[in-house]
């Protein structure tokens, strides 16, 4: 679900800024964890208790992720910008990794 907000969370970010963006995605990513924690009870209810804070968070981290990511690399002289670009994308794939050892039922 992430992905497939994150193009227009994108265009968001370069209409009212980086720094609102991450703001507002901070936001929604917050209530989508207070949603769980409010929300989530005992018996398995997806639509009413799982969902609505899946989608919460999900915007969230997808306003997050690629606006700081972005406002990141341009801070990075043009100099620097490969090997700011190249750590950016080892450091995803080992926190991908540490994700699946971490929690292997989900692969």
């Known amino acids: 679900m992430t992905a497939a907000v994150a ?23 917050a209530a ?3 949603w769980y924690v409010t929300r989530m ?8 208790s799982y969902l609505p804070g899946t989608v919460f968070a ?4 997808a306003l997050i992720l690629p606006t700081l990511t972005s406002a990141a690399v341009m801070a990075v002289p043009a100099r620097r910008l490969a090997a700011v670009a ?3 994308a080892a450091l995803a794939t080992l926190a991908l990794r540490a994700e699946a050892r971490a929690s292997p039922a989900r692969l």
């Open 7 to 29: 193009s227009t969370a994108t265009r968001l970010a370069v209409r009212v800024g980086s720094r609102a963006a991450a703001v507002l995605g901070g936001a929604l990513y």
């Open 32 to 34: 989508g964890c207070a």
């Open 41 to 48: 009870g005992a018996k398995p209810q997806y639509l009413s």
């Open 58 to 61: 999900s915007v969230g981290i």
């Open 86 to 88: 190249s750590s950016i």
